[in-house]
């Protein structure tokens, strides 16, 4: 089967910095996978999801794509509302700008993905008006309004509370069962354990592991379901 994406010998250099930010990482992403992107600040995470994502270009490498791009739910770490919007308009307008024709079933698609985060009392609220929690839900919303079949989020759990986090972490066992991938990081890591399929780690812009997540667990001693105690496992033991 085609991977959905292809990263191939990535490496991201930025103008004035001594050493890459992401160096000669490649990667694919299958049908049905819910990877989770494991690494501390500065890692090369971020990195990565705006190379994957098209917001930035490698310095050297490649990445494919088996999707079109309509087919691709972004929601970057860093907050893109419209604060004037409601937010009706704001997760329509991510469905939208990926699929124009999407505009006649878009009322319907916008309300399903409300319910899903639990926004059905906001809709009608301008993004200036909401909490930090509700503001970072409806950007989930406009990435995955229509149900996307990629999914990239970067700290998507970031500020939301415990039903909130529940909400994401269902929606996405939901869609991957139905055959969606995503790859996902998030400071949430025993929790979502048990929701990926799948981890890749990075350590100052380099893959270090690249592991189905029982075998990533296996790393840390003693026996964990936390990601990250697998990670700081990991990473002093290749010290």
């Keep these: 089967m085609t991977p959905l994406i292809t990263a191939s010998k990535l490496t991201k250099i930025y103008p004035g910095k001594s050493a890459p930010a992401l160096e000669d990482v490649s990667l694919e992403v299958s049908a049905g996978e ?50 004037s919007l409601t937010v009706r308009q704001n997760i329509s307008l991510g469905l939208e700008l990926r699929n124009p024709r999407a505009r006649r079933s878009s009322r319907a698609a916008v309300e399903r993905t409300a319910q899903t985060l639990g926004l059905e009392s906001h809709l009608d609220r301008t993004a200036e008006t909401l909490s930090g929690g509700e503001l970072r839900r409806a950007q989930i919303g406009r990435a995955i309004a229509g149900n996307p079949t990629l999914m990239i989020l970067d700290e998507p759990t970031t500020g939301l509370d415990p039903t909130g986090i529940r909400s994401v972490f269902e929606y996405l066992d939901g869609r991957r069962a139905e055959g969606a991938s995503a790859l996902i990081s998030t400071h949430e890591t025993s929790r979502f354990s048990s929701h990926c399929t799948r981890v890749v780690a990075f350590g100052e812009g380099k893959l270090l592991a690249d592991l189905p997540v029982a075998a990533f667990l296996a790393l840390a001693t003693p026996t964990t379901d936390d990601l990250w105690d697998a990670y700081t496992s990991l990473r002093s033991g290749g010290q």
């Design 34 to 83: 819910v990877i989770a992107v494991v690494g501390h600040n500065g890692a090369g995470k971020s990195t990565l999801f705006d190379l994957l994502g098209g917001l930035s270009r490698p310095s050297r490498g490649s990445v494919s794509l088996a999707v079109e791009s309509k087919e691709i739910g972004w929601c970057p770490q860093r907050e893109i509302v419209d604060w």
